[in-house]
């Protein structure tokens, strides 16, 4: 969880997020968008994706970038449980159950 809150940290990610949000891009599309350099472009997209918020693939000469959206989607309703009060409990008691049903019964 921390790992995608860190690349969230910063502008310049987010908005290569909403860029593939609308669709696989090649890195040199991506940095296109971008005025700064291959290496800090590079560098960003590999934050990206050892948090698991991008995948690639390389076809030919291209490395494409797509949006991994339901790691972010998991990570955020992670996030939101533990905060919320009203989660607690909730986890608590299937705690409890899973605890019960691990039990052999007599």
Known sequence: ??????????????????????????????GARFDFSKPALSGHLRILEEAGL?????????VYFRLVPERLTNTLFA?????????????RESRARARGKAQPAD
């Open 1 to 30: 969880m921390e790992r995608v809150f860190e690349a969230l940290a910063s502008t310049a990610r987010r908005k290569i997020l909403a860029y593939l949000n609308e669709g696989e891009l090649t890195a040199g599309e991506i």
């Open 79 to 91: 996030w939101a449980a533990e905060v919320c009060p009203v989660a607690r409990p909730l986890k």
């Open 54 to 62: 991008v995948s690639r693939e390389k076809r030919g000469q291209f």
